[in-house]
């Protein structure tokens, strides 16, 4: 079927497809009662921290 890497678009993460933001989002809205699905990033992410130094999370994970 000549399908190779590339030939379908990578779904997963946010830089090479929209993914799941192709629904989850405000470009997406039901009819009735225009409700859009949501973007909110702890909906699938739990953020352990943004700019602290010597996390101790990460220092569990080896980074
Ligand atoms: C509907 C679910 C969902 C929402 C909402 C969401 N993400 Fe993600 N995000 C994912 C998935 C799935 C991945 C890919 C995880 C993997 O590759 O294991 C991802 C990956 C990422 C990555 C890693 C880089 C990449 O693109 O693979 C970052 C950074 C990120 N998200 C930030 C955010 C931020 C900031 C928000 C809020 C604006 C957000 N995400 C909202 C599902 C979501
Ligand atoms: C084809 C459309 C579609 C795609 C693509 C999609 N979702 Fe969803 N998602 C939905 C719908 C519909 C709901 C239910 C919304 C509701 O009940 O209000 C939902 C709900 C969720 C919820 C529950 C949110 C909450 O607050 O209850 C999570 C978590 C979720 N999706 C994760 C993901 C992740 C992770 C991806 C990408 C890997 C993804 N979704 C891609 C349609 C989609």
């Not at 000549?2 to 990578?10: A, D």
């Amino acid at each position: 079927m000549k399908i190779t890497w590339g030939s379908y678009p990578q779904h997963l993460g946010h830089t090479d497809s929209p993914g799941c933001f192709r629904c989850h989002g405000e470009e997406l809205k039901s009819k009735t009662p225009g409700k859009a699905i949501t973007q909110d990033c702890e909906a699938c992410h739990k953020v352990l921290g943004v700019e602290e130094k010597n996390m101790k999370a990460l220092q569990e994970l080896g980074g």
